[in-house]
């Protein structure tokens, strides 16, 4: 008994006590900053740009907002998700394929981001674009970490498997699964946060109605930096929602296995 409690207050320390340390750090930086600065314009206080994002939610606008950019977002990696899922198993099973798909996948790794943003801008409406720009640019960083992940599996286990003539089903949970699900939910967790991070920047650029990245770019217009901020700390508060829930799904994958 005294161990299991020794383990939790470990636990405690190491996963709640520690990050809170390190944002109480970044706030109290952050505040000193302000205070010297003294001049909102440049850079409100921390509890003025909390003030301002508790003012926004009581805005309907706001919400709407939010859950347009939520649903790009989620659309946009789930159309990724599936491409880099479905191609990596194809690139592993068949080579050639592996082959044919490389040079595609550097291509659009080395494309300048802005590149693919404006030529995006010009070919596609300002609510679709976004969708398009975060699905380009996220393909390629779940398809290489899937396939990173599939190049870590033992060929000679598939081999003795393949010899003892082990059913699909087992091989796939028993052998694929543990292999492939720890860090391919790595390349998802990374990924979900750096398309929140791509699909407001592509909204600010088209100028989408009804969305977050429009909003940041209407406070900046005004110059009202607190409202600026408080969009910026709802975009981290979303990211850090999603992340979790990866986390939570891969906590629940690594007991399973």
């Not at 440049?42 to 805005?59: H, N, Q, T, V, Y």
């Not at 044919?100 to 409406?125: C, D, E, Y």
């Not at 699909?199 to 088209?206: D, G, P, R, T």
């Amino acid at each position: 008994m005294i161990i299991v409690k020794i383990n939790k207050f470990k636990d405690f320390i190491k996963n709640i006590f520690w990050p809170f340390v390190g944002l109480g750090i970044f706030f109290i930086i952050w505040y000193i900053i302000a205070r010297i600065i003294n001049l909102e314009l440049i850079l409100p206080s921390p509890d003025e740009s909390f003030k301002r994002l508790f003012i926004l939610f009581g805005k309907s606008f706001f919400w709407q907002a939010v859950l347009s950019t939520l649903t790009r977002s989620i659309i946009s990696f789930c159309i990724s998700l599936v491409l880099g899922t479905i191609l990596s198993i194809l690139s592993y099973i068949f080579k050639p394929i592996k082959k044919i798909i490389a040079p595609i996948v550097v291509l659009l790794r080395s494309v300048p981001t802005m590149s693919i943003i404006l030529i995006s801008l010009i070919w596609f409406k300002n609510a679709v674009a976004p969708i398009v720009i975060s699905t380009i640019i996220t393909f390629p960083i779940l398809y290489s970490g899937f396939m990173s992940s599939l190049d870590e599996i033992d060929r000679k286990v598939v081999e003795m498997s393949d010899f003892y003539h082990v059913p699909f089903i087992q091989k796939l949970l028993k052998l694929f699964l543990p292999y492939v699900a720890p860090s391919s939910l790595n390349a998802i967790q990374s990924g979900l946060s750096f398309n929140i991070k791509l699909i407001i920047a592509a909204e600010v650029l088209a100028s989408t109605t009804q969305s977050m990245g429009r909003y940041m770019q209407v406070s900046k217009v005004y110059l009202d930096t607190a409202e600026l901020l408080g969009w910026t700390i709802m975009a981290i508060l979303i990211s850090y929602l999603l992340e979790s829930i990866i986390l939570l799904i891969k906590k629940i994958v690594i007991r399973w296995n």
